[in-house]
């Protein structure tokens, strides 16, 4: 054997320090249901940052379906994580596809999601790209995955939430034909969501609660729970003046929100309002229905509807109120008032999926009258307030941090894991989030 001197001189001025060999970009294909940006709604705050995070260790081509107008500077946020992007419009035509869907035994989300253009698309990309995996973000999106051209591709049905017992509940809060049309919705999607084990590689669910309804279910396979997380810098305890009011954020025509705050106001409401002349609800939150819009001749109700950030709105309140009757998978609006600092009173419907201890970490509300005491307390009491705040901060940076909660999609992909120096900068994620052109 050569001493390491003789193997110096055998070797001259070889140079031994050999660049790293970079292995090739995996091509993930990312069918989403709805554009994932802005960040207004619970689905896209979670389709928006899984393609953050996988952009930093693959290509993604993103297919997305488009159910409003999409703005230049949603497309230019978007392209910053996209290898491809394509933005299917889906039109008024959805409709008669659902009602088509529906007369043929099938369920109407998938013929509203039913877009011709966008498996065009999908089946053009194959030409050119072989895809090392693929995502579906719902039920409805998942046929995509298993068009003929995508056959031998591991598949990943991110579910979120157990669609079929969303349906399911509605029926049993409804009566006549709303009750019939939503039973029957849950009974055919359940159909569908079944046997996705079977042919996915893995059905993964926002939190172990979800996934727990989903198993009682489903045929045997790899059933997982990917929490959601929460921006941490985006979302932080700020300075402000802290009002005699409570606030609710939220998609102000989603039927659970507003549900929530029509039985809030007309409920619990009256009593706060009696008990703390000049309290007020602020109600937060993107196209309030006619229901809410009709809550402003309350008193002390103020209808705020859209705003660009809903920072200030919390960070003046004295509470967040999450009030929902009807609840499914994990509230991204609990997770970001948590995140501020904020004292948060929630049903338990609303708590379901998180893992806090009521009473520490936030205040529970199981009754009409529980939510009058513990507003009530909350508005008066800042010390509660502070202790409840903290808390909940705490609890978020250590359960809900993105890239961490995210670490079992790159399992399940067979990405490798990013060091804590390749995650990516959060900070600039608040600039481009705030000035996203």
Request: charged share 25%.
């Amino acid at each position: 054997m050569l001493e390491h001197t003789q193997l110096q001189k055998a070797l001259g001025d070889v140079d031994l320090h050999l660049p790293a060999l970079e292995l090739p970009r995996r091509n993930i294909l990312y069918v989403v249901h709805r554009v994932p940006y802005p960040l207004d709604k619970g689905d896209r705050i979670r389709a928006f940052h899984l393609l953050r995070y996988l952009s930093h260790q693959a290509d993604v081509h993103l297919a997305c379906l488009a159910d409003e107008p999409v703005p230049a500077e949603t497309l230019t946020v978007l392209r910053r994580y996209c290898h491809r992007l394509a933005v299917v419009p889906l039109g008024p035509v959805r409709w008669m596809r659902a009602m088509v869907s529906l007369l043929r035994g099938r369920t109407v989300s998938e013929g509203v999601f039913k877009a011709p253009a966008l498996a065009a698309t999908i089946l053009d990309w194959t030409h050119t790209t072989t895809f090392n995996a693929s995502i579906a973000s719902s039920s409805a999106v998942s046929p995509y995955l298993r068009l003929p051209e995508l056959q031998g591709v591991p598949a990943i049905v991110d579910l979120v939430d157990v669609d079929s017992q969303k349906w399911l509940d509605y029926a049993s809060a409804e009566g006549g034909w709303r009750s019939w049309l939503y039973r029957t919705e849950g009974r055919r999607l359940r159909a569908l969501e079944q046997p996705m084990p079977a042919w996915a590689r893995a059905v993964t669910l926002v939190s172990e609660a979800e996934a727990a309804i989903y198993r009682r279910f489903c045929s045997s396979g790899h059933v997982r729970a990917v929490v959601n997380g929460v921006d941490l810098h985006y979302f932080q305890p700020r300075q402000a003046t802290v009002e005699p009011a409570c606030v609710f954020v939220g998609a102000l025509d989603y039927r659970p929100n507003v549900d929530a705050v029509c039985w809030f106001v007309k409920t619990v409401w009256p009593s706060v309002h009696r008990r703390i002349p000049g309290s007020k609800l602020w109600l937060v939150g993107r196209r309030p229905a006619a229901a809410v819009r009709e809550l402003a001749c309350h008193p002390g109700i103020e209808v705020v509807g859209p705003v660009a950030d809903v920072r200030p709105w919390m960070a003046r309140a004295a509470a967040v109120i999450a009030p929902l009757r009807i609840a499914r998978g994990l509230q991204n609006k609990v997770l970001e008032a948590m995140a501020m600092g904020k004292a948060v009173i929630a049903s338990p419907p609303a708590l379901a999926a998180l893992r806090v201890r009521p009473g520490k970490h936030c205040l529970r509300a199981a009754s009409a009258a529980a939510w009058i005491k513990g507003v009530t307390r909350l508005i008066r009491n800042d010390r509660l307030r502070g202790c409840l705040g903290s808390a909940g901060r705490r609890y978020v940076e250590e359960h809900h941090h993105w890239d961490r909660c995210l670490e079992p999609m790159g399992e399940l992909l067979g990405l490798p894991e990013r060091s804590r120096t390749e995650r990516g900068n959060e900070e600039d994620w608040t600039l481009e989030r705030l000035d996203p052109a």
